[in-house]
């Protein structure tokens, strides 16, 4: 397929375990971001690579959440010790430059119990 | 960046067309403003960008005062598919500060 995948799909976790969400992005674009949406809210910006490195992680909320991207394509979304709160959908985006016409994943819908 | 207001929710029927329109007082000189589109379960999909003026394709249009201080999209003859939440956005088009900031968008009900 030719669009952001994201894997998986649901991940249903337990509170204080650790969890990894995939985002393989559009070949070639160099551009990656992730967001995360709340039940009856807008997406909420986390994270921007450029090639390999995080070039905005302003939005991540605390030191848990991390995110690489070590080839410059797929990108890793990695919580620690995760809480209730962190239930919530987790989009991927990428653009061929870092524009704002951006392509987004599926969303993987994380549910921490 | 700048915030934006929009309804919070439209109803239309089908056929007629429907225009949502953005309120961003504090728009920036290099700013642009984008139009995205949310279907239930699925990620945001991009529907149109615009500096000034007008600018069409087909899928919408979006109408800019001079001034800039609003915005309208314009859906033509809306039908069921057309049912999602639209988000105005307002940021540089380009570079570190492209990342999207969203409100909570207008929700569409279109109708028989």
């Known amino acids: 397929g030719a669009g952001v995948s994201q894997t998986p799909s649901n991940k249903v976790t337990e509170k204080g375990k650790y969890v990894e969400l995939r985002c393989d992005p559009i070949?070639?674009?160099?551009?990656l971001y992730w967001y995360r949406q709340s039940l009856g809210q807008g997406p909420e910006f986390l994270i921007y690579f450029q090639g390999t490195g995080a070039a905005d992680d302003s939005g991540l909320p605390n030191d848990r959440f991390f995110a690489v991207r070590p080839e410059g394509s797929v990108s890793t979304l990695k919580i620690q010790r995760t809480e209730r709160g962190d239930s919530a959908v987790y989009l991927c985006?990428?653009?061929?430059?870092?524009?704002?016409?951006?392509?987004f994943g599926p969303g993987t819908r994380l549910t921490v119990l | 960046l700048a915030k934006t207001t929009q309804p919070i929710s439209m109803d239309s029927y089908e056929g007629q067309e429907v225009n949502i329109t953005c309120s961003h007082n504090?728009?920036?000189?290099?700013?642009?403003i984008t139009w995205y589109q949310q279907f239930p379960s699925q990620g945001p999909r991009f529907i149109i960008q615009g500096y000034k003026t007008k600018v069409t394709n087909e899928v919408a249009s979006l109408f800019i005062p001079a001034d800039r201080k609003s915005s309208t999209l314009s859906l033509p003859r809306v039908s069921l598919s057309d049912t999602a939440v639209y988000y105005c956005l307002v940021g540089p088009q380009t570079g570190t500060a492209s990342k999207l900031t969203f409100g909570t968008g207008t929700r569409l009900q279109v109708t028989l």
């Open positions: 504090n728009i920036a000189t290099n700013d642009y």
């Open positions: 985006a990428s653009s061929l430059l870092a524009t704002n016409e951006q392509f």
């Open positions: 070949s070639g674009h160099t551009a």
